[in-house]
């Protein structure tokens, strides 16, 4: 059936380059006719490449090896979770992924915007089809996931995926990344409609301000999640590393960090029309350079594709949207001057405005990091490295200050402040800062009731109180906000503090869900500042040897093995102390995957607490005699960087919550359940050879997967009962087949 998932995309590239045409025109006759014709083109889109993605995740389910990609990023020893989540393991799937969640988005902003923003919103159809354009023209002539396998040895057997993506984790953050960085062509329509149309007034910035938070939302969780893994999976004890694909959805999320804050004086103020445009178009092709710069073999990372043929695909789509978005950008120049002017530098104005050119200044850190090693190399032909050092040297003053902004622009007055707003809003939150730093930092240390032997650079130590102080500050200017909020309500209403919080949350959306968000980065420097307290020690140890680090003590009691379906893992036995107390064994481990022996894979075990995290990675070990390298951390506060991150999120989903009239208005209108249950019948017949299809195939998937089971271990093939699994010896291959069945 690749066949069918060829044919649709492309179908999706031709439907797609028929709905930029009938947009464009469309907003030059302003013609209903191809107004209709062009959403119904968008759909259209979004139908075809929902086909052709249901056939590559059939593909990999019932293991057809015929496909090249299936071929190389799956196996028949691999769980149902792991195989859907191959679907975006490859270069050529997480494209898919990628256009097919812009023309999903897409879809769904021509949807709810059907009788709103009608100067914009042919434009804005005209756009986010051109992105899918140039995608789709990638997708099929660059890297086509449905290419037939010529060269494959053994046609029941796959290349499997890289163990390391075989995680959970790993599985769910690449989707949140590349559909925060998808969803990004949305409000980038927008601006561009603004550009297009002359309508250069705050309409572009209604319609696109809900949008901008759910690409950031969407990169949010996909960094997050990306530094679980890495701390979970990579065994270096850390969750960022400045890894340049780190880097390149960092740049992103930074550069729509700052549009948010300034869309707000856009909105109030009638300020900062050109940087906003500005920002929004750096935005997106800071997307497009993102994963240009991992898919081309610019730079050299554990997260990059390989090397291929799209590099120069994606520069020219770069260069394309670059040119067209810059050459808009300056033909409205003039009339995107500001309605009013900055009133005083003490001001809330002025707060937003410094913490842009913070945003701004680290994402410029953050790119020339990234790729300067690779342009002086070109230049030099000596190759250098911008560490995690370098950036942290440029990243921590400049975090800093961006936290002393969040507060001071939370609660710092409109227009102009004065000596009487200083006395209202800062007096509590500089005390509290004062008083609980000390006395918050003693609490860790004596509490403890041992010298962790931490002894840090005198300049990180600095930055780590001020970073607690700052975090105080800025938590009491949040508490104090809600705090004057709920009285009020309690007031006026009669209300309890839990309903008058959730009142004010549901009222006041986008004031105190950026306070949550807010709130979510004060936990997240916390376990900054943490970080730099943290104990590391590389430990060789014998069976039963005891070590003890910072106040536990470990005992390394050795090894055994654990035979699972799809790899073997050498499990090791780790009791820990404190003060001669009992508290926990730790497991960690090294797993061996059939399908890849020559890559084992560290499984750390990790007990945290808020106060900090017990860290132990099996580095290397020897089965005969039992010795054993581990690396171990003791990393205070790292807990709360997890926590941060889920309050965060909250806080973004209070932001975005839609008010009851924004749902009502997603209901069809006058005629419009006709079309709807027109356009449902297309996709439903154009769904329904794959979903029959699907069901032919499972009416016989139990009988094909023990042919294929039994194929794969040589197995007896004269019964049909599933063989009995009896684990092999430490020194024992992990293919061993005896007479009771395969194990």
Not at 172 to 187: K, Q
Not at 227 to 249: K, Q, T
Not at 526 to 551: C, P, Y
Request: charge should be neutral; aromatic fraction near 14%; include cysteine.
């Amino acid at each position: 059936m690749s066949w069918l998932g060829s044919l649709s995309i492309y179908f999706a590239l031709y439907v797609a380059v028929v709905a930029v045409a009938l947009g464009a025109v469309a907003a030059i006759t302003r013609s209903r006719r191809f107004l209709h014709a062009a959403r119904f083109a968008t759909y259209t889109v979004f139908g075809c490449l929902t086909v052709a993605s249901m056939v590559l995740v059939h593909a990999f389910l019932t293991h057809d090896f015929s496909i090249q990609y299936v071929a190389g990023f799956s196996d028949h020893t691999m769980p149902t979770f792991y195989l859907i989540g191959a679907f975006w393991g490859g270069q050529a799937g997480s494209l898919l992924f990628w256009v097919w969640m812009v023309s999903l988005f897409s879809a769904i902003c021509v949807y709810v915007n059907r009788e709103r923003y009608q100067d914009f919103m042919p434009w804005v159809m005209s756009v986010c089809m051109a992105v899918a354009t140039g995608l789709l023209i990638i997708l099929v002539f660059g890297s086509n996931p449905f290419e037939g396998y010529q060269l494959i040895d053994d046609p029941t057997h796959g290349e499997g995926l890289n163990p390391l993506l075989q995680t959970p984790k790993m599985i769910i953050h690449p989707p949140f990344l590349l559909s925060g960085m998808a969803t990004m062509t949305v409000p980038f329509a927008f601006a561009i409609a603004a550009l297009l149309s002359g309508n250069l007034s705050n309409t572009w910035v209604e319609a696109a301000r809900k949008w901008i938070l759910i690409p950031w939302l969407l990169l949010t969780i996909g960094n997050i999640l990306g530094g679980m893994w890495a701390y979970e999976e990579l065994g270096w004890g850390g969750y960022w590393a400045w890894d340049p694909v780190e880097n390149a959805s960092l740049l992103p999320w930074l550069t729509s960090t700052a549009l948010i804050h300034s869309l707000l004086i856009q909105e109030r103020r009638g300020m900062l029309k050109r940087w906003n445009i500005g920002l929004m178009i750096s935005t997106f092709l800071l997307t497009i350079f993102g994963t240009y710069i991992t898919r081309s073999g610019l730079i050299e990372s554990i997260h990059s594709f390989a090397q291929s043929e799209i590099g120069p695909y994606f520069l020219t789509l770069l260069i394309t949207f670059s040119v067209v978005s810059l050459a808009l950008f300056v033909w409205r120049w003039k009339s995107l001057r500001a309605e009013q002017r900055l009133d005083s530098p003490a001001s809330r104005e002025a707060a937003f405005i410094f913490n842009n050119w913070m945003f701004l200044s680290m994402a410029t850190v953050v790119l020339f990091g990234t790729l300067w090693p690779r342009i002086k190399e070109w230049f030099t032909g000596y190759e250098v490295a911008m560490g995690p050092q370098w950036f942290n040297r440029w990243m921590i003053p400049l975090g800093l200050l961006l936290l002393l902004m969040m507060g001071v622009g939370t609660i710092i007055a409109w227009r102009k402040a004065n000596w009487k707003n200083f006395r209202r809003n800062f007096v509590i939150p500089i005390g509290a800062a004062i008083i609980l730093t000390p006395l918050s930092l003693s609490a860790y240390w004596f509490g403890r009731g041992v010298d962790l032997g931490v002894t840090p650079d005198a300049v990180i130590a600095a930055y780590a109180i001020t970073a607690i102080g700052l975090c105080w500050f800025v938590g009491a200017t949040i508490v104090q906000e809600f705090y004057r909020g709920m009285s009020a309500r309690r007031r006026a209403h009669d209300e309890s503090w839990s309903r008058s919080f959730i009142r004010l949350c549901m009222k006041q959306k986008r004031r105190y869900g950026g306070y949550i968000v807010h709130l979510g980065v004060v936990f997240a420097f916390v376990a900054f500042a943490g970080n730099s307290m943290k104990i590391e020690q590389d430990l060789a140890l014998e069976r039963g040897q005891s070590v003890t680090i910072g106040d536990y003590t470990l005992t390394y009691q050795g090894l055994h093995p654990e035979e699972h379906r799809d790899r073997t893992m050498y499990m090791a036995t780790m009791p820990v102390e404190r003060n001669g107390r009992h508290l926990y064994d730790l497991h960690p481990g090294k797993a061996v995957y059939h399908a890849t022996e020559e890559m084992p894979i560290s499984e750390i075990d990790i007990r945290s607490t808020p106060m900090e995290d017990l860290y132990v990675a099996l580095v290397n070990f020897d089965p005969q005699t039992q010795q054993a390298t581990f690396k171990v951390f003791v990393s205070p506060f790292t807990w709360f960087f997890w926590f941060g991150g889920v309050i965060l999120v909250l806080g973004t989903v209070i932001c975005l919550w839609p008010s009851r009239k924004s749902v009502e208005s997603l209901r069809p209108g006058n005629g419009g359940w006709g079309r709807a249950a027109i356009f449902g019948s297309l996709v439903a017949i154009s769904f329904s050879p794959v979903i029959i299809w699907t069901a032919e195939s499972h009416s016989d998937w139990g009988s094909a997967q023990r042919y294929q089971y039994m194929v794969s271990t040589d197995a007896d093939t004269s019964h049909i009962e599933p063989p009995s699994i009896r684990g092999p010896q430490l020194d024992a291959p992990a293919s061993v087949v005896d007479e009771e069945g395969p194990s």
